[in-house]
């Protein structure tokens, strides 16, 4: 049986048990449920703290786990990465006060506090910059102001928490953070691993193309076909009428509406556009 670890709360947890379950697994119905068991795929759902998964997946107690990248990096234990899964974005910041401080060298000697003390501590060493850090387990946006520390680091999404703390942020971005899906380090991947990794991807795809069907004149069929190549090729089929070709391919979701608009400027009819529930690759 293939045992997944779940985030148990927050804006992880409900996108992970949406991917989960278009992928065709069972998930829980009550928050307070910590065991899921999926007979028909043969797989165990734990709901665990997201901070915890990674320690959970690199002792070998759970196959695989569902986290963010920062939190896996931070918790140092023997996992890995196996794909991103394009949801629960962030972006990890220096910030100082205004003005103070502009690249990662300046912060050499001061103290820097965050709730991600493994991370920065890596990234830091990476620099070759020595500095103190200071572990917060919650808000630290008010570190430099309580004199805690000297800079922080942090999720940044707009910038107007650290503002009203007279804070700005400074350098290169630390880590640009998503959802991952995690597995240990020194195994090989088990079939049940790849089976979910294979799910979960055909998720992903399925919702960023459509389907897009048209028709079009038949010797209009190669200027049609390169306004929407598809993934390998677009399917092309002969209607009653020989004069006319069907076409089909998949496109991407977010640009469906200026390639139908392509498409009739080149001369094609009838385009209609079908979202994918599934798919493998």
């Known amino acids: 049986m293939l045992r997944i670890a779940v985030p148990n709360k927050g804006s992880l947890s409900d996108a992970a048990a949406d991917m989960l379950r278009e992928a065709g697994y069972s998930v829980r119905r009550d928050p307070k449920e910590l065991v899921v068991m999926d007979i028909v795929n043969d797989v165990e759902l734990f709901y665990l703290r997201p901070r915890d998964i990674a320690i959970y997946v690199g002792s070998g107690t759970v196959d695989a786990g569902i986290t963010g990248r920062d939190l896996l990096l931070d918790s140092g234990s023997d ?8 949801f629960g974005r962030s972006t990890f910041r220096y910030a100082a006060r205004d003005g103070q401080l502009r690249t990662i060298a300046d912060i050499e000697g001061r103290r820097v506090a965050t709730s991600y003390p493994g991370l920065v501590r890596k990234h830091l060493a990476d620099a070759g910059v020595e500095a103190e850090v200071v572990r917060l387990d919650g808000a630290v946006e008010t570190a430099v102001t309580l004199g805690v520390a000297d800079v922080i680091a942090d999720v940044v999404e707009t910038g107007a928490t650290l503002r009203s703390q007279g804070l ?7 880590l640009t953070s ?3 899906l995690i597995r240990r380090t ?13 799910r ?8 960023t193309y459509v389907m897009m069907d048209y028709d079009v004149p038949a010797d209009l069929v190669d200027k049609a076909c390169a306004v929407t190549p598809g ?5 092309v089929s002969t209607l009653q009428d020989p004069t006319w070709k ?3 391919a998949m496109v991407p979701r977010a640009s469906m509406n200026r390639v139908m608009d392509e498409l ?3 001369g094609a009819r009838a385009i209609l556009v079908t979202g994918i529930a599934a798919c493998r690759l």
Do not use: K
Not at 80 to 85: A, F, N, T, W
Not at 200 to 207: D, S
Not at 231 to 235: F, G, Q, V, W
């Open 79 to 86: 996992a890995i990465e196996v794909m991103g899964l394009n």
């Open 168 to 174: 700005a942020v400074f350098g290169d971005p630390i």
């Open 178 to 180: 998503e959802a991952v």
């Open 186 to 198: 020194d195994t090989t991947m088990s079939n049940g691993v790849g089976v979910l990794q294979r």
């Open 200 to 207: 979960l991807q055909g998720v992903m795809t399925a919702r």
């Open 231 to 235: 993934l390998e090729s677009p399917t």
């Open 246 to 248: 069907a076409v089909r």
């Open 264 to 266: 009739y400027e080149v």
